[in-house]
């Protein structure tokens, strides 16, 4: 415990290498290994180091139990989404729809979402944002991908909200919570400046 909490005091002030460092020194323990090498994918994945955080989310995946196996799977998928590695992203997100049970119409639409950026044609996008919508899921992380489904349906208008919303649930967060979702933000940022420039002509 000691040393999780000063891995989370070294990725709160976004010293990341020693954030890995401190995950690192605790996996040997055997303690919710899965959860430390989530942990510590985050901070590699905040260093650029994405194979090193690809490492760990799949060792995650395998040692964790069945019942955290689609998240840590999804995290991998998010991560290479975030990178513009689209193939691995639809293969990682792939593994996750397949694995998840309660947030399954979050990781399905995720899929879509990064089938659409892999050059995929992809049916049913309205549907699966209606899905998306009416679970927990999507009020949280899934306005995020709610915004990315909108935007890549050419609904504009529900693209700005989506990700209006997830910018401004995001940044009334914790700093750590904050500083993990930083590529997120970074990215619907851009999807925001893309629809102004496009509805300015």
Same mark, same amino acid.
């Given at each position: ?30 303690? =919710?290994? /899965? ?30 139990p ?26 990682? =997100?792939s593994?996750?729809a397949?694995? $998840? ?12 979402v990064?089938? %659409? ?5 992809v049916?049913?996008? $309205? ?57 997120? %933000? ?8 893309? =629809?102004?420039?496009? /509805?300015?002509?």
């Amino acid at each position: 415990m000691l040393l999780r909490q000063l891995y989370l005091a070294h990725f709160e002030q976004r010293q990341f290498q020693e954030a890995v460092q401190a995950v690192e020194q605790s996996l040997p323990l055997g303690i =919710l290994a /899965d959860v430390l090498h989530q942990d510590a994918a985050r901070a590699a994945f905040a260093l650029g180091d994405i194979d090193r955080a690809a490492r760990h989310l799949r060792t995650a995946a395998r040692v964790g139990p069945a019942s955290r196996r689609a998240f840590h799977w999804w995290t991998l998928g998010s991560l290479f989404y975030l990178s513009g590695r689209y193939r691995d992203a639809v293969g990682a =997100l792939s593994r996750a729809a397949r694995w $998840g049970v309660r947030d399954k119409p979050l990781y399905e639409a995720h899929l879509a979402v990064a089938r %659409c950026a892999n050059g995929e044609r992809v049916t049913g996008l $309205g549907r699966m944002m209606r899905k998306l919508a009416e679970v927990p899921a999507g009020q949280g992380y899934g306005r995020f991908v709610l915004g990315l489904l909108a935007y890549h349906h050419n609904r504009s208008v529900d693209a700005r909200t989506h990700l209006e919303a997830f910018l401004l649930r995001t940044s009334e967060r914790p700093a750590v919570a904050l500083i993990a979702l930083d590529g997120e %933000c970074r990215h619907a940022e851009s999807l925001l400046a893309t =629809l102004s420039r496009v /509805d300015a002509h």
